[in-house]
């Protein structure tokens, strides 16, 4: 096992499935310990025996995201389980798409509340005191369709759009203080919560140089890139990993 990260305290949240489970298996195989997230007990502690059994350390700490308590909540969970918070990734999320006139008032909220308002509050429970100590990572998971209109993706683009102006909100008012805060933007990806759109996935990666889906393993190599010393000079990026498809 490599030990860039030794030592490192990590919070994954949207840990047990896809991008999020991935990076919390690479940040405990470089050396961090990690605290994997999700509401799903099964899958997450499935998540922390694989990393336990690869020689790493890693914890289950259930939640339901969905408000400021409960993304509160989370994040004092994991303080007390690590001691403190070094590095943040916020993965969590959910994409329903459709027309704008058929989305549901409950579902816009459910959507604003995981994409949106749990980041939020993580980092406002967080980033102050990464701000204290003087050193820090935060990593948001945004997406292409937050860069471009896209018919039928108002809601999630919307919401992750968000995410990419708190990128570099964050960094301007946490940067000064050592806290790097930067974003990875994904173009279409295999992961669990998308093998139900089959075809449509491929459909559309189509438009980009690459022509084909991601996995999940090359959006975690920039995930783990932004959280590293490599990236000790990037603030606010929020990096495309999508095949060139926001490019061109
Ligand atoms: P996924 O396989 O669908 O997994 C979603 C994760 O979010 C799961 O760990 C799930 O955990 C967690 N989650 C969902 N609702 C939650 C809630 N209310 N409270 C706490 N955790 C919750 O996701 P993915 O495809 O890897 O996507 C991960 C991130 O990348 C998302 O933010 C997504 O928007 C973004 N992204 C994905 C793609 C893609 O093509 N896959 C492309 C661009 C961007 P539980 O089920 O255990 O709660």
């Known amino acids: 096992m490599t030990s860039e990260l030794a030592g490192t305290k990590a919070l994954v949240t949207g840990a047990t499935s896809g991008i999020g489970r991935a990076t919390a298996m690479e940040l405990a195989g470089l050396g961090a310990h990690v605290v ?15 990393i336990r059994s690869a020689g790493g350390q890693a914890w289950f700490v259930a939640t339901d995201l969905h408000d400021a308590a409960t993304a509160r909540a989370l994040a ?4 007390e389980q690590l001691g403190q918070v070094d590095v943040l990734v916020n993965t969590a999320g959910i994409y329903p798409f459709g027309p704008t ?99 449509a996935l491929d459909q559309l990666a189509r438009g980009g140089p690459a022509g084909r889906p991601g996995s999940v393993e090359e959006i975690t190599e920039a995930i783990i ?5 490599r990236a000790s000079f990037i603030h606010g990026a929020v990096l495309p990993v999508d095949g060139g498809r926001v490019a061109v």
């Open 76 to 79: 004092r969970a994991a303080k």
């Open 225 to 229: 890139f932004l959280v590293s010393d």
């Open 36 to 50: 994997v997230s999700g509401r799903d007990e099964n899958r997450g502690n499935q998540v922390v025996e694989e």
């Open 101 to 199: 006139e058929q989305i549901a008032e409950e579902q816009f909220d459910a959507v604003y509340s995981l994409n949106v308002k749990a980041p939020y509050f993580l980092v406002a429970e967080l980033a102050p005191e990464m701000a204290m100590r003087g050193r820090g990572a935060i990593v948001n998971v945004t997406t292409m369709v937050a860069e471009f209109g896209a018919a039928g993706f108002s809601l999630y683009g919307s919401s992750k759009a968000a995410m990419v102006l708190l990128t570099k909100s964050w960094a301007a008012e946490y940067g000064p203080s050592g806290v790097r805060v930067n974003a990875v933007s994904p173009g279409p990806t295999r992961t669990e919560g998308t093998a139900s759109m089959g075809d």
